[in-house]
């Protein structure tokens, strides 16, 4: 979402919906190799009219499309920022009521136990991935224990 929003600072608000429109489909892929295809045709399809747009979306390339390196039932949670958005949102309305902190350390305690009493919520409450999805972060797929145990 903020990386839209940066995008679309770029070309004049009569183009925005049009850009939107013609970049949303890099992010709806299959694959990262279907992505970066999308994007190299959308990048030359609105270069000679768009070029700050063009030179962001392709500086930005690796970053944008991140989310396709973990498993396909992570994308939909990592593809936004919005749980920590909502984190960091927390952090600062309780931060204003303090006002004034008297020293680092008061500041370090607050949040801390904020982060702490965070930490203890997400543990009990719905799991934002399934314990099968993490897995497969950490756990190689069969091919590559095979090819270990065979060399």
Known sequence: MHFMRNLLARVPKSAQAMLAATVRPIFQQA???????????VCAALRARFP???????????????FYDF???HW????????????NKELKRRSAVVGIFPNRDAVRRLFGA???????EWL????????ASM???TDPPMAEVVGVVSK
Do not use: C, G, M, W
């Open 31 to 41: 694959s990262r190799e279907e992505a970066q295809t999308q994007l190299r045709q």
């Open 52 to 66: 700050k747009a063009v030179e962001l979306l392709e500086s930005a390339e690796e970053e944008v499309l991140a």
């Open 71 to 73: 498993p396909p039932e």
């Open 76 to 87: 939909r949670q990592i593809y936004s920022t919005n749980p920590l958005e909502r984190l």
């Open 114 to 120: 904020l982060l702490a009493e965070q930490n203890d």
């Open 124 to 131: 009990v409450q719905r799991h934002y991935f399934s314990e």
């Open 135 to 137: 897995r497969k972060l």
